[in-house]
Each structure stands twice: as C-alpha cells, then as structure tokens.
C-alpha cells in the first residue's frame, strides 16, 4: 500500500510556527559560508590572505565564515565574493 502525503508541507510547518523566515535566514547563511570556504579552498587562500583582499580583519572574516553568525552585511558579502573572483548575486522571489 502506498502511502500519500498527509497533511502540509514543511514550509507550510514552519510558517505556522512563526519561524520560517529565521530558519531560512539561518539556512542561507549557512549556505553562503559553506560556498566562500570552498571558493578560499580553491583558490588556495588562506583567511589571512583573504582578510586581506577583502580589507578587513580576520576577526570579520571568521564572523562571516562562521554559520551561525547572521549580521551580514551585503557590502561584506560582496567584497567576498570579489576576493575569491566571484560575483555577488541577490534576487527576490
């Protein structure tokens, strides 16, 4: 016997509990310092050097990197991006 889906989505769960927009911030934000952390690792660059090219601290750096961390600003995420020679791209949906 196959079973059907019952009941809402998980996304239909989460707005329901109010929580949706933090848990899909955290989600994001998780994402986006996963990618950067591959890009440095890619390009071989260290977080000294990266803190460099993005004229900041490694103290920035290791908030930015850190996942849980969510006080992003766009202009960080864009001198990252720009360090490890990508492109920054936003969009609503």
Do not use: C
């Amino acid at each position: 016997m196959k079973k059907s889906n019952v009941g809402s989505s998980f996304d239909s769960w989460l707005r329901e509990e109010g929580i949706y927009e933090e848990v899909t911030a955290t989600a994001l934000k998780r994402v986006l310092a996963r990618q950067l952390e591959a890009a440095m690792k890619e390009k071989q660059l260290s977080k000294a050097e990266m803190a460099r090219r993005m004229h900041t601290s490694r103290a920035a750096l290791n908030r930015l990197l850190d996942p849980e961390y969510d006080a992003v600003t766009l202009s960080t995420l864009r001198k990252a991006a720009l360090a490890v020679g990508r492109q920054l791209r936003l969009e609503l949906v």
